[in-house]
């Protein structure tokens, strides 16, 4: 049964095993799409795996094949669903988790966070990629807030929630929620 569809990959459910397959692209020449779709693949399962081992609750990857990977199904809420105060703190507490092992997720939306048993679980690592920079850690937490000023009630009591956590879990977090403040600025310009 199909659950999702994203640019790149069809995610399928079936006896509670979720697959994530990335489909051929026709207007890549063969041999290059072949080669991305299984670079991407395989780097995607790695960093999943990766952040779990930095404490931070993820599917837990059982196979991974040239372009499919096979994962544990996460059965909560998606977390644009429940966020509260309290969850934008543990999110901050989990993307600090996430930096501080040199990780960028590169699509931290609530759409991707699922609540199960109390726990956030963060899911998609299809744009995710290693980097300790400032810059790309600004950029992760700068597409978190906009999720949350775009989509959500109250998004500064969200924010501040989220800061409390980051930076109780993440040394580096003032300069990257300074950073986060220059890249707002510079979107207003542009």
């Known amino acids: 049964m199909e659950i999702g569809r994203g640019a790149e990959a069809v995610i ?3 006896k509670g095993v979720v697959r994530k397959r990335r489909m051929p692209k026709s207007y ?8 991305l779709r299984e670079e991407r693949t395989i780097k995607e399962a790695r960093i999943t795996s990766e952040a779990r081992r930095h404490g931070v609750p993820t599917p837990i990857i059982s196979d991974v094949s040239r372009f499919e990977i096979q994962m544990e199904h996460v059965e909560g809420r998606k977390l ?8 934008s703190e543990l999110v901050g507490e989990m993307v600090g988790r996430l930096h501080r092992g040199g990780i960028i997720h ?3 939306t609530t759409s991707n966070m699922i609540l199960l048993d109390g726990r956030i679980h963060l899911i998609d690592f299809g744009l995710a990629f290693h980097e300790a920079s400032v810059e790309a850690q600004g950029v992760d937490v700068h597409v978190y807030f906009q999720t949350l000023e775009s989509t959500h009630d109250r998004p500064e009591e969200l924010i501040e929630a989220f800061k409390a956590g980051y930076a109780r879990t993440y040394n580096g977090s003032d300069a990257v929620l300074k950073r986060v403040k220059e890249i707002k600025a510079r979107g207003r310009y542009l």
Do not use: A, F, M, Y
């Not at 644009?80 to 969850?87: A, Q, R």
């Open 106 to 108: 590169g699509d931290l």
């Open 28 to 35: 890549r020449q063969p041999e290059l799409d072949e080669r």
């Open 80 to 87: 644009k669903d429940v966020i509260s105060p309290e969850l």
């Open 12 to 14: 399928t459910l079936d």
